[in-house]
């Protein structure tokens, strides 16, 4: 009996294994909207991490988190890092990459609660007197990664995320080109 019922555990463990090898390594999530400011009031909002605060969707989950500024004030080479509770995990942003009124990259590397790293990108397209912009977030999941995955939407909960910034910088962005 108690021979079974290992082998139906390693069974078990052994589909479970396959099922998780199986899954994508790569996650890519990405949102779009349309802000009323020009490319210039909405990049610089992103360009400079100083200003991430008023609409960054994960300022207001711990208002208490650490932060702290590095490198340059704004574009490449500013570095952005974080520490607070749980929602917000521990973690350090540097912008890698920066066209004017284009694009911005930035690599973000999380220690906590899961160690790991990510690419977020911004792109801003002109549409007549209002500004696309498409936050693509990516990453490659190891295993404990791919399993964590299998429990957890990652697309529908930072999709979520990146909706919420989204619509707080358009709040942000659109007062800043009105004022």
């Not at 490319?39 to 992103?46: G, K, S, W």
């Not at 995990?89 to 912008?95: C, F, N, S, V, W």
């Amino acid at each position: 009996m108690i021979k079974k019922v290992l082998l139906v555990l390693i069974a078990i463990v052994i589909v479970f294994a396959i099922v998780v090898a199986l899954q994508p390594s790569e996650i890519r999530v990405v949102r779009t909207t349309t802000i009323a400011a020009p490319p210039a009031a909405v990049f610089a909002q992103v360009n400079d991490l100083h200003k991430w605060d008023a609409w960054s969707p994960w300022a207001k989950l711990d208002p208490a988190a650490k932060m702290g500024f590095e490198g340059a004030a704004a574009g490449p080479g500013a570095v952005f890092t974080w520490s607070g509770n749980d929602e917000v995990g521990e973690g350090r942003m540097t912008l890698a990459e920066s066209r004017p009124d284009e694009y911005i990259k930035l690599d973000v590397a999380f220690t906590r609660p899961m160690a790991g790293n990510s690419t977020s990108e911004f792109a801003f397209k002109p549409e007549g007197n209002q500004t696309a912009v498409t936050w693509t977030t990516s990453s490659h999941n190891n295993f404990i990664g791919k399993a964590f995955c299998l429990f957890f939407d990652i697309e529908k909960t930072l999709g979520g995320q990146l909706e919420k910034g989204l619509a707080q910088l358009k709040s942000v962005a659109e007062q800043a080109a009105a004022g």
